[in-house]
């Protein structure tokens, strides 16, 4: 039975499987139950409806509620929506009682409470992945204060770093992220029930108790903007369009450190595959999958994007293709964090093999030319001497610390026997103690404030 169907002759069968919505918004069961839960109890205390028939139309909803969850009660997905689902099922067992849930509401709000409900909790389980990989990626840093690797600019070696540094710039990342969701979650936590079809009733019902038991901070301001309001799912989007995008890059250089020509790292056989013709291949698929899945977060952006673009107000039924966008970039993100999480920590640091790579590239050369500053050069001057002294070094197959001070002496007479403390690669990072910089302390600093930042979050 459609819920809208009083005056018209129903849909042909292809219509209304165009039209109908179940197949995906099954999902906002437990929402849909909640806030007419919610509705039903306002509803009695304003007198709207009796006490004795919102305890049996609450007791049912309940009974529905917990024989979905425990699998007794199946979804009939020849439903138009999840809404006419739960009502028919209510309607079913109370009677003629239970037709009175929708008083003053429509099924415009319903579903933009029933969004932000499921949007409040996604958001919620997401922060919890991004707090457990960011205390990964700290446990990893901590155990590789003192692995020395290069640094890379335009994917070339450039300056000497350690693999703490490095991966910590991932962690600040997704404190940015953290910072992002708890924004969203900020705007999104506003209640549009009341809202009705877009002007509210004329009903005297409390909105303000509706959002206290359901846990909003307070009721929506402009009952049109609520029914139509689908920013916080583009922001819930954008969000995980950027989350996804440094799980991807993070993905890229993992799945480079771990090939042949840089062998970095490993990743462990419960995040790889094999190949079906090579025996001796062994395939980073899943960092792969999640450089992928970016692709798929940054399409159901693009795709709400396109949705609301021409929408006039109030509602439109355009608005129901707002949910398998959300659904899938909710998903995506979710197991995407779980997968990486468990490839960091599994995940082998060849920690012998980035020591020897940061020392080839001549990237301690920045140090010899702050060696010359720090003696009264110029830096310009000394941003010379030193690229001499590197094209002489490329020429004779040297590196730095192998050439001579006789022979340093020829490019500037300034430099004495201290210049090869000072380019030591273990001296080059004592060098960069400040804060933000991959010395030891200035790691452990950046350690202890991200412990910080996640216990304030938490």
């Known amino acids: 039975m459609y819920l809208w169907g009083s005056h018209l002759d129903g849909l042909e069968d292809f219509t209304h499987e165009f039209n109908k919505s179940i197949d995906f918004d099954k999902i906002l069961f437990e929402e849909d139950i909640i806030g007419s839960l919610a509705h039903v109890k306002m509803l009695s205390e304003v007198g709207i409806i009796t006490e004795n028939e919102e305890k049996i139309i609450s007791c049912e909803?309940?009974?529905?509620?917990?024989?979905?969850?425990?699998?007794?009660?199946?979804?009939?997905?020849?439903?138009?929506?999840?809404?006419?689902?739960?009502?028919?099922?209510?309607?079913?067992?109370?009677?003629?009682?239970?037709?009175?849930?929708?008083?003053?509401?429509?099924?415009?709000?319903?579903?933009?409470?029933?969004?932000?409900?499921?949007?409040?909790?996604?958001?919620?389980?997401?922060?919890?992945?991004?707090?457990?990989?960011?205390?990964?990626?700290?446990?990893?840093?901590?155990?590789?204060?003192?692995?020395?690797m290069p640094g890379f600019t335009h994917m070339q070696h450039a300056q000497v770093t350690t693999f703490a540094h490095y991966i910590l710039s991932y962690a600040q990342m997704l404190c940015r992220d953290l910072n992002r969701l708890k924004d969203t979650f900020n705007r999104l936590d506003e209640n549009p029930l009341g809202s009705c079809a877009l002007v509210t009733t004329s009903f005297n019902i409390d909105?303000?108790?509706?959002?206290?038991?359901?846990?909003?901070?307070?009721?929506?301001?402009?009952?049109?903007?609520?029914?139509?309001?689908?920013?916080?799912?583009?922001?819930?989007?954008?969000?995980n369009s950027v989350i996804m995008t440094h799980l991807s890059r993070l993905c890229e250089e993992l799945i480079y450190f771990s090939s042949s020509e840089y062998n970095f790292v490993k990743f462990s056989d419960k995040f790889s595959t094999g190949s079906s013709i090579m025996p001796q291949k062994k395939n980073p698929d899943m960092a792969e999958l999640i450089r992928g899945k970016s692709?798929?977060?940054?399409?159901?952006?693009?795709?709400?994007?396109?949705?609301?673009?021409?929408?006039?107000?109030s509602y439109n039924k355009d608005f129901q293709e707002d949910k398998e966008p959300l659904f899938d970039s909710v998903k995506t993100v979710f197991n995407s964090l779980k997968i990486m999480k468990g490839i960091?920590?599994?995940?082998?640091?060849?920690?012998?093999?980035?020591?020897?790579?940061?020392?080839?590239?001549?990237?301690?050369?920045?140090?010899?030319?702050?060696?010359?500053?720090?003696?009264?050069?110029?830096?310009?001057e000394a941003y010379s001497v030193v690229g001499q002294i590197v094209n002489y070094s490329i020429e004779k197959n040297l590196k730095l610390e192998d050439i001579s001070l006789k022979k340093y002496k020829e490019f500037h007479k300034i430099f004495e026997n201290d210049l090869y403390d000072f380019i030591n690669i273990e001296k080059s990072l004592e060098n960069r103690n400040v804060y933000g910089g991959p010395a030891k302390d200035a790691v452990n600093i950046q350690i202890n404030n991200l412990k910080n930042f996640i216990n304030d979050i938490k």
């Open 61 to 148: 909803l309940q009974n529905i509620l917990d024989e979905i969850k425990e699998r007794k009660l199946e979804i009939n997905l020849k439903e138009e929506d999840i809404h006419s689902f739960v009502e028919n099922e209510l309607t079913k067992r109370v009677g003629v009682v239970g037709k009175k849930l929708h008083t003053a509401r429509s099924r415009n709000d319903q579903c933009a409470l029933d969004l932000r409900l499921y949007s409040k909790k996604s958001l919620e389980k997401i922060k919890i992945k991004l707090l457990e990989l960011i205390e990964t990626i700290i446990d990893l840093a901590e155990k590789n204060i003192y692995t020395i």
């Open 207 to 239: 909105r303000f108790m509706t959002s206290k038991l359901l846990g909003f901070k307070k009721p929506t301001e402009n009952s049109m903007d609520s029914v139509s309001d689908r920013d916080y799912i583009l922001e819930i989007l954008f969000n």
């Open 295 to 313: 692709g798929r977060c940054y399409g159901d952006l693009f795709t709400l994007f396109t949705i609301l673009k021409g929408t006039p107000l």
């Open 344 to 380: 960091l920590d599994t995940i082998y640091i060849n920690k012998e093999k980035m020591r020897s790579s940061a020392e080839k590239g001549f990237l301690n050369a920045t140090d010899l030319a702050d060696y010359l500053v720090l003696k009264g050069i110029a830096f310009r």
